[in-house]
């Protein structure tokens, strides 16, 4: 059974900072290029940023560039983000998700949400101006 699972979110005021991390489970976590997403309401669902199987290639919104950092503990199957800076534009449902990808290629299609095979039930961030 697939399971991904989001954690870390919650409320913080503008410019404080969260964590957020995505324990996967019944996948080969190296075959997959995680990537996060959000949405808030009345919004479709947007891209954040992914990370490469290995590690070695990180993409990002122009929207968070510099101040969310994605990165994987490839040993624990968990992928994480890191979300400084915060502002309340950010505030949002945040979901993690796992595209299978050939390991003798990278992911080309990191920012479509469609191409995703697995995804968390998401975790809430608020942030109060």
């Known amino acids: 059974q697939v399971q991904l699972v989001e954690t870390g979110g919650g409320l913080v005021q503008a410019g404080g900072s969260l964590r957020l991390s995505c324990t996967t489970s019944?996948?080969?976590?190296?075959?997959?290029?995680m990537g996060w997403f959000r949405q808030a309401p009345g919004k479709e669902r947007e891209f954040v940023a992914a990370i490469s199987w290995g590690g070695s290639h990180t993409y990002y919104a122009d929207s968070v560039k510099g101040r969310f950092a994605i990165s994987r503990d490839n040993s624990k199957s968990t992928a994480y983000l890191q979300m400084n800076g915060l502002k309340p534009e950010d505030a949002a449902v945040y979901y993690c998700?796992?595209?299978?990808?050939?390991?003798?290629?990278?992911?080309?299609?990191?920012?479509?949400?469609?191409?995703?095979?697995?995804w968390g039930q998401g975790t809430q961030v608020t942030v109060s101006s």
């Open positions: 019944g996948i080969p976590f190296t075959s997959y290029t």
């Open positions: 998700a796992g595209q299978w990808t050939d390991r003798l290629m990278e992911s080309t299609t990191y920012s479509l949400s469609a191409r995703y095979d697995y």
